[in-house]
């Protein structure tokens, strides 16, 4: 027997220290959904600063493991939120099919702030994750937050999204 609706995916575009996972967790108790949130986890296996030669693949060994799992869990009528930043187009319309194939209903949060604002939040979560008080967090190199914002692309006029008010531009 399927369920009366399926659940809602959340999906959060943003880069780098523009409050996914805040969000993340603020919609998890709102919603009553099941979070996923990949930095929790390769901090959980791989420590605070894992070298990219182990990141990298960890990363996308639990984003297909994720991927079945949310799926699941929303065909199933829960809620789910995906806490990935979402930074290529490319995967935000992977998304999208996967989310029509199964009949999911997908809202996109837009949330982004000014580079050096999104770098003076991972510089201080930073100096968390360095005293123990982050475990959740991996540690950001500043060269390693540029390059990565070199790759970021912003939301396209067509693609259809909420900003959350709490968003800094």
Not at 17 to 25: E, N, P, V
Not at 64 to 81: M, Y
């Amino acid at each position: 027997m399927s369920p009366a609706r399926p659940g809602t995916v959340h999906a959060l575009h943003g880069f780098l220290g523009s409050g996914k996972t805040t969000l993340a967790r603020q919609l998890e108790v709102e919603c009553g959904a099941l979070r996923f949130t990949p930095d929790e986890w390769t901090h959980a296996l791989l420590g605070a600063s894992p070298p990219e030669a182990l990141y990298r693949p960890a990363l996308q060994a639990l984003l297909s493991l994720f991927e079945v799992q949310w799926t699941r869990a929303a065909e199933q009528g829960v809620d789910v939120i995906l806490d990935y930043g979402f930074w290529r187009r490319a995967d935000r319309d992977a998304l999208r099919a996967r989310c029509a194939q199964h009949g999911l209903p997908l809202r996109l949060y837009d949330l982004g702030a000014p580079p050096d604002v999104l770098w003076g939040r991972v510089s201080d979560r930073n100096g968390r994750v360095q005293a123990g008080r982050a475990p959740e967090s991996v540690w950001i190199h500043e060269h390693d937050f540029h390059r990565f914002h070199a790759l970021f692309e912003p939301l396209g006029e067509d693609e259809p999204h909420v900003t959350p008010a709490r968003a800094v531009r």
